[in-house]
């Protein structure tokens, strides 16, 4: 399982730059679905094939179908492209790339001063997760599900037809 | 070394039973329609035109596989092979008889749910790669329609795992020892065979390729094997989703005297002639009567379905 681990997260992390360096908008989003995909394996490998199963029903299954949805509607041409290879220069890398150096710094220094951080463990069925859900942390359920009513609300309030 | 041998039988045997059944519906569906229509359908080639699957095969594969210029080259190969990947890795978590499966997955039921959420990508690809217009109509109309027939798909099944209280195929089948779900769950049946035709977008719910609209729709740039994969795609859908009826509703292997796989195979082969007649009798909708359809009412009955199920199982016990 730890080398199935470490070969996900490895496709995870590649794919995951691919989606940023890729000027065509539909290949940025096949390599996006491919990062959530072998996130949903490293899920697996921990022993939470719940997430994992989630993880590519809602994420790689669902919400990415509709940015696909957008992007076809958009129809980007090959003008867009260009457009997207322009803002793509070398020299708007710096910030962001010292920002990751920083946090890979802080990865590091997190794994040099608790080593043997334990990987695996008891892999955990849909029973254990719905009990836990349901049980200690049912107000954090019910407080996202209200967060999800109101941006259902006002996604409702933005697409109605103007009453004049 | 016996339990790789029988794992190694199980994946091949199922992947051979399971292509064997998508070509012979290549056959059996246009003569069982030709039946219903009051016409011959194709009996030249061999005994009662048996030998038009093989004919159909050599014509596929030696037809001129072009892809459009214009297309883009990587998408429009990826595509067809999205939806045979899907549809197959779907059929490793169905039980077919005791001993007789691929894994026995304890998220069986979401695996499938997974990969035919997945499958929607090859339709909508399909439809964004070959740059034209029918196919991109047909690519938007896919991703709408799948997308919200996916979310009662899965809710119609919820009445079916609380029943049995797992996720597993295996012991969902079990669970039905004493009563087949068809009778507790039959909102739930009704619900998953709609929205299972519409995943395989088969008539009525073919909107995606209406060929008097869009020409084909999505695969209207496609050619020779490509076209092939979508095709046969299509009758390994309808035979997934005929198997997991069978799994979920009506008992799967479960059956008196004949052994366990030949009811399976049964049981199964009836769901799929009655998907063809359901082909064979039923028009195509409007797009937005599809629409309303799907999101007022069955939206709203898998719902009540799964509300009512949950209620009456916490009230007993």
């Known amino acids: 399982m730890i080398v199935v681990f470490y070969i996900a997260s490895g496709v995870a992390i590649l794919s995951t730059f691919?989606?940023?360096?890729?000027?065509?908008?539909?290949?940025?989003?096949?390599y996006a679905i491919l990062s959530l995909l072998s996130v949903a394996i490293v899920f697996f490998s921990l022993g939470a094939p719940l997430v994992a199963a989630l993880e590519v029903i809602v994420y790689a299954g669902?919400?990415?179908?509709?940015?696909?949805?957008?992007v076809m509607v958009l129809n980007l041409g090959p003008?867009?492209?260009?457009?997207?290879?322009?803002?793509?220069?070398?020299?708007?890398?710096?910030?962001?790339?010292?920002?990751?150096?920083?946090?890979?710094?802080?990865?590091?220094?997190?794994?040099?001063?608790?080593?043997?951080?334990?990987?695996?463990?008891?892999?955990?069925?849909?029973?254990?997760?719905?009990?836990?859900?349901?049980?200690?942390?049912?107000?954090?359920?019910?407080?996202?599900?209200?967060?999800?009513?109101?941006?259902?609300?006002?996604?409702?309030?933005?697409?109605?037809?103007?009453?004049? | 070394?016996?339990?790789?041998?029988?794992?190694?039988?199980?994946?091949?045997?199922?992947l051979?039973?399971?292509?064997?059944?998508?070509?012979?519906?290549?056959?059996?569906?246009?003569?069982?329609l030709a039946l219903v229509q009051d016409r011959y359908g194709?009996?030249?080639?061999?005994?009662?035109?048996?030998?038009?699957?093989?004919?159909?095969?050599?014509?596929?594969?030696?037809?001129?596989?072009?892809?459009?210029?214009?297309?883009?080259?990587?998408?429009?190969?990826?595509?067809?092979?999205?939806?045979?990947?899907?549809?197959?890795?779907?059929?490793?978590?169905v039980p077919f008889a005791p001993g007789v499966e691929v894994v026995s997955l304890n998220i069986g039921l979401l695996f499938f749910l997974a990969m035919s959420s997945m499958g929607v990508y090859s339709v909508v690809l399909a439809?964004?790669?070959?740059?034209?217009?029918?196919?991109?109509?047909?690519?938007?109309?896919?991703?709408?329609?799948?997308?919200?027939?996916?979310?009662?798909?899965?809710?119609?099944?919820?009445?079916?795992?609380?029943?049995?209280?797992?996720?597993?195929?295996?012991?969902?089948?079990?669970?039905?020892?004493?009563?087949?779900?068809?009778?507790?769950?039959?909102?739930?049946?009704?619900?998953?065979?709609?929205a299972g035709l519409a995943e395989t977008h088969r008539i009525p719910f073919d909107l995606p390729e209406a060929d008097s609209e869009l020409i084909a729709g999505y695969h209207s740039e496609y050619s020779a094997m490509k076209f092939g994969m979508f095709m046969v795609g299509e009758y390994i859908g309808v035979t997934l989703i005929s198997v997991l009826i069978v799994a979920l509703f009506f008992g799967g292997w479960i059956g008196p005297v004949l052994p366990p796989l030949v009811w399976f195979v049964l049981k199964t082969s009836f769901f799929i002639l009655l998907i063809i007649l359901i082909r064979g009798s039923l028009p195509r909708p409007r797009y937005d009567q599809l629409m309303s359809y799907g999101w007022k009412l069955l939206l709203p009955l898998s719902l009540l379905n799964l509300v009512v199920t949950g209620g009456i199982v916490l009230a007993l016990g």
């Open chain 1, 79 to 164: 003008g867009a492209e260009g457009q997207e290879r322009v803002w793509l220069q070398p020299r708007t890398w710096t910030g962001p790339v010292i920002l990751t150096l920083v946090l890979i710094g802080e990865l590091i220094y997190i794994f040099l001063a608790r080593p043997g951080l334990a990987l695996g463990g008891p892999a955990i069925g849909p029973q254990e997760v719905s009990l836990a859900l349901y049980g200690p942390y049912l107000l954090g359920v019910e407080l996202a599900s209200i967060l999800l009513l109101a941006g259902l609300v006002g996604a409702y309030h933005l697409g109605r037809e103007p009453s004049d």
């Open chain 2, 1 to 14: 070394m016996s339990s790789l041998a029988t794992n190694l039988i199980n994946v091949f045997g199922v």
């Open chain 2, 16 to 32: 051979f039973a399971v292509l064997t059944v998508a070509a012979v519906l290549v056959y059996g569906e246009r003569r069982l």
């Open chain 2, 42 to 93: 194709p009996n030249r080639a061999g005994p009662f035109g048996l030998l038009q699957i093989i004919a159909d095969v050599i014509k596929m594969f030696t037809k001129e596989d072009w892809i459009p210029p214009f297309a883009d080259r990587f998408v429009f190969i990826l595509a067809p092979a999205v939806i045979m990947i899907t549809v197959l890795l779907s059929f490793t978590v």
């Open chain 1, 18 to 30: 691919l989606v940023i360096l890729q000027s065509n908008a539909v290949h940025a989003l096949l």
């Open chain 1, 62 to 70: 669902a919400i990415m179908v509709l940015f696909v949805f957008v």
């Open chain 2, 127 to 194: 439809g964004w790669a070959s740059n034209s217009k029918y196919s991109l109509l047909g690519g938007l109309r896919a991703a709408a329609q799948m997308l919200s027939y996916e979310v009662f798909m899965g809710l119609s099944l919820m009445g079916v795992v609380i029943l049995a209280g797992s996720f597993n195929l295996r012991e969902i089948v079990e669970a039905q020892k004493g009563m087949w779900f068809v009778l507790p769950q039959f909102i739930g049946f009704v619900v998953f065979m709609i």
